[in-house]
């Protein structure tokens, strides 16, 4: 099969998923609404947009990371969009062509191309972060790629020659001491390290935690005073993957812990609670209160398919969930606490390892990896409550993030905000809504100038 005929048949590379081929500096963007006076600063949107047609099978993990901005400025809206330029897109580039194979069929790269773009091809698509004064574009199996306010790759970062090894995409900023807290996993040993940057950007503490086995482990949460790693059984197979078979398998048979650590501690301090089998992706946060620790997360009772590299068939559904750690208790409890299936799960940052009243969750109309997200839910953990809005038969959303208000009087005094496309005409548009009412919809809608393909995460950079 041709690159082309690839291209033309992945379900990844079609319709709304489609790359776009160009970078763009666009002005006045057109707003249909009333933009809040409050919002002064940055959305940005990291996702996957391959450049060159795929050498074998094709999965989104695997496109080359593109950002995409829109700059909330006194002269008014603007949208910029550059690829992450990594060494290894640079190798492709310099050949004219694909030269890394997919993550669900892996294939060593040529020497040559090695030597230029490195093994493993760093796309940075996944989240992005800014820390002390540094953006940085971030995927889970490499190191932070910094860039610059206009989207301008500065290049791959490692506090100074402190990391070693890779960077979650999902790294926690504490609102109170303005640390960065974060892990990286590896299918080869050490298969996890734990870290933490100071305000000032200085890596101060790094950890080798032991576990059994090399696992996925995509996310993690943190307190004010401990990190808790999710230790499910999605497991490794290095061999396997050398071979270009599926690398990863689910074994529920090998069990599932949550790991408490002291967020300066050793791994010594870890302290691991069993709980039944299951997989998060990504958590809504966590807190301490009364001597407990309260996890929140949208749960699978399973590695979900499209996670596993050989089949984008997703059947299962995650169900928001709570587990309470009682440390003088060594007992951990769990319950599911919505009958309402959702994913990419935010809150607001500022309560980032604290008590916090309110979630944000996106749902879906369907559970297959096909990122069918349509409605946005917000939840009230201290009167129970929910408010949903669901948008348009033909609108597909993205992960729905939360912007405080500069001048907030409450925690969810903000705005929500996501990228949404439409299906049939393909624009798309960047939505505002008051977060204290989400059900009554958009309050503002941007237009964007092209559409912009399905991603992953994004951040809020205010100035």
């Known amino acids: 099969m041709t690159a082309q005929a690839k291209v033309d048949t992945s379900p990844f590379l079609q319709g709304l998923l489609a790359p776009v081929l160009d970078e763009r500096d666009d002005q006045n963007l057109e707003v249909a609404?009333?933009?809040?006076?409050?919002?002064?600063?940055?959305?940005?949107r990291n996702g996957p947009n391959p450049q060159f047609a795929?050498?074998?099978?094709?999965h989104p993990f695997d496109g080359d990371g593109m950002l995409?901005?829109?700059?909330?400025?006194?002269?008014g809206v603007r949208y910029r969009n550059r690829w992450v330029q990594s060494a290894g897109l640079l190798a492709e580039r310099k050949r004219g062509r694909a030269c890394y194979g997919s993550i669900s069929?892996?294939?060593l790269p040529e020497e040559d191309v090695v030597a230029d773009g490195g093994f493993l091809k760093n796309t940075a698509n996944t989240h992005v972060v800014r820390h002390a004064g540094h953006y940085f574009a971030l995927l889970e199996a490499a190191k932070p790629t910094e860039f610059s306010r206009q989207l301008e790759t500065i290049g791959e970062y490692d506090f100074a020659g402190k990391l070693s090894g890779p960077m979650t995409a999902?790294?926690?900023?504490?609102?109170?001491?303005g640390e960065l807290v974060f892990f990286g996993y590896s299918p080869m040993p050490p298969f996890l390290q734990y870290h933490v940057v100071d305000a000032a950007g200085v890596l101060v503490h790094s950890e080798v935690i032991d576990v059994p086995a090399p696992v996925m482990m995509h996310d993690f949460a943190v307190t004010d005073r401990h990190a808790i790693f999710l230790y499910s059984p999605a497991i490794f197979d290095l061999e396997a993957m050398m071979r270009g078979e599926p690398g990863i398998r689910w074994e529920p048979e090998r069990g599932t812990k949550l790991g408490v650590l002291p967020r300066r501690g050793g791994n010594a301090d870890v302290r691991w609670f069993e709980i039944d089998p299951c997989y998060v992706v990504h958590f809504f946060n966590a807190f301490e209160a009364d001597?407990?620790?309260?996890?929140?997360?949208?749960?699978?009772?399973?590695?979900?398919?499209?996670?596993?590299?050989?089949?984008?068939?997703?059947?299962?559904?995650?169900?928001?969930w709570h587990w309470t750690i009682d440390l003088a208790a060594s007992t951990v409890r769990g319950e599911q606490t919505d009958d309402r299936a959702g994913e990419f799960p935010r809150i607001n940052d500022t309560r980032a390892g604290l008590r916090h009243r309110y979630m944000y969750n996106t749902m879906a109309r369907n559970w297959e990896f096909g990122f069918d997200f349509n409605a946005v839910i917000k939840y009230d953990l201290q009167g129970g409550a929910a408010q949903s809005y669901t948008y348009g038969d033909t609108t597909v959303v993205g992960e729905h993030l939360f912007v405080p208000?500069?001048?907030?009087?409450?925690?969810?005094?903000?705005?929500?905000?996501t990228i949404a496309s439409?299906?049939?005409?393909?624009?798309?548009?960047?939505?505002?809504?008051?977060?204290?009412?989400?059900?009554?919809?958009?309050?503002?809608?941007?237009?964007?100038?092209?559409?912009?393909?399905?991603?992953f995460h994004a951040n809020w950079f205010a100035e």
Not at 170 to 177: A, F
């Open 291 to 320: 001597g407990k620790i309260e996890i929140y997360a949208p749960r699978f009772d399973r590695m979900p398919g499209g996670l596993q590299f050989d089949s984008p068939e997703q059947t299962e559904e995650p169900f928001p």
């Open 405 to 417: 208000n500069p001048e907030a009087t409450g925690e969810d005094d903000g705005w929500v905000m």
């Open 68 to 75: 995409h901005a829109v700059y909330f400025e006194e002269g």
């Open 105 to 107: 069929q892996f294939r």
């Open 33 to 44: 609404g009333d933009l809040p006076r409050g919002l002064k600063g940055i959305f940005v």
């Open 170 to 177: 999902h790294p926690k900023l504490d609102p109170k001491t």
């Open 54 to 58: 795929p050498m074998d099978a094709y």
């Open 422 to 455: 439409d299906r049939l005409t393909e624009k798309s548009e960047l939505l505002v809504l008051d977060a204290r009412q989400i059900d009554r919809g958009p309050i503002a809608r941007v237009k964007m100038p092209r559409r912009v393909p399905i991603g």
